[in-house]
């Protein structure tokens, strides 16, 4: 919205510096991280007001976890309307990149929301359907999968770009719909998976999200693609905008949700900042890259996937809990300890993510 005030510029004054994408993301994170501070005890009060017993407590989970019984839920409303608010605020609104990525998060965060409460209002773990989420959310990526693929450049749609490898596009066809779509709803449910501990879950989205804000301003500008020898996506600039405006949103949510958390994120964040994730790799040519960005929620994925069809099989475990952050609590680490090196892990990762742009 504020971009269009470089109408009043006359290209050397303070109206010209909102030309600039890497100023709007300032004002975008500075925008949604004070919204985050503005906003997020006035939301906990009214979510322990009105949810009463607040998110409901597995009774087959860690031990520990029983000491959190009466922390509310949904506080993921907190990061998305920040993030949303900043980022209309300072992005270009006649960006079709901008409002798909925006379409996919608020479409999953009201999946989420409705998941959340039916917990609280039920008082039991189970929520919306699982099969029912699912359809939802094949059918929201499916949109967002074939919008993208339209937006994207004619030499570029429906192919799938190869990390590492240089002008490497492999052609998947009528494949490239339901590819993309397992990329979103992939990474809406890993994250939604890898939140089970205070503060384990927004630091390695930050971490992700900022990491591909970068790839997505260096594929909008065909300087950098050429230098990089990575391919042009015009437009893609604009979601550094929306990745630093959630960056902001989830410090302001960290400083609520740090241990011990006065708030949960819920399925109303996980599953919004997640089909984010998987929607601006989709956008940028870089699916595969959020698999090493996104590192951690792969595993964390993995692990319930792993167990699951282990157990089916076999009648044993290959862990002591799924997903594997409940493993490790089970083998006497502590919360804090398992949260920390979890982040280390995504912080790597997201450098060797960022390493694939230049070697070639």
């Not at 066809?173 to 205070?198: E, K, M, Q, R």
């Not at 997505?216 to 065909?222: D, K, L, P, Q």
């Not at 990089?228 to 410090?251: C, N, S």
Request: charged residues 15%; aromatic residues 12%; glycine residues 12%.
């Amino acid at each position: 919205m504020l971009y269009w005030l470089t109408a009043l510029s006359d290209g050397g004054d303070f109206f010209n510096l909102f030309r600039y994408i890497t100023f709007r993301a300032g004002g975008a994170f500075l925008t949604a991280l004070v919204f985050g501070f503005l906003f997020g005890r006035p939301l906990i009060a009214v979510l322990r007001r009105t949810q009463g017993k607040g998110q409901p407590i597995r009774d087959d989970g860690p031990e520990g976890h029983f000491v959190k019984a009466g922390t509310p839920t949904m506080g993921g409303l907190l990061i998305v309307g920040a993030l949303t608010t900043a980022t209309l605020l300072w992005a270009r609104l006649d960006n079709p990149f901008v409002w798909l990525v925006l379409f996919v998060t608020l479409a999953y965060g009201l999946i989420g929301f409705a998941d959340d409460y039916a917990k609280v209002s039920k008082q039991n773990t189970k929520g919306v359907p699982g099969k029912l989420r699912i359809l939802l959310g094949i059918l929201i990526a499916g949109v967002a999968a074939f919008l993208a693929s339209a937006f994207h450049p004619a030499e570029l749609q429906n192919q799938l770009a190869l990390p590492v490898f240089k002008n490497t596009l492999i052609n998947l066809g009528i494949l490239y719909i339901p590819f993309a779509i397992c990329v979103i709803v992939g990474s809406a449910n890993a994250v939604n998976l890898t939140d089970g501990l205070d503060g384990l879950a927004i630091m390695p989205v930050m971490i992700a999200a900022s990491t591909l804000g970068v790839i997505a301003y260096a594929v909008g500008r065909v300087d950098f693609t050429e230098y990089l020898d990575v391919h042009y996506v015009p437009g893609t600039g604009e979601i550094l905008i929306f990745t630093a405006a959630l960056f902001g949103g989830g410090l302001g949510f960290l400083w609520y949700n740090a241990p011990p958390a006065a708030v949960f994120m819920g399925d109303t964040g996980s599953l919004a900042l997640g089909g984010a994730l998987g929607a601006i790799a989709v956008v940028t040519k870089h699916e595969l890259v959020l698999a090493v960005v996104g590192g951690l929620f792969v595993v964390e994925a993995l692990s319930v996937i792993i167990q699951v069809l282990y157990f089916k099989r076999t009648g044993r475990r290959v862990f002591l809990m799924a997903p594997i952050h409940h493993h490790y609590e089970k083998k006497g680490w502590a919360e804090p300890t398992i949260v920390i090196r979890f982040w280390i892990i995504s912080l790597i990762l997201a450098m060797i993510g960022l390493a694939t742009l230049k070697v070639r």
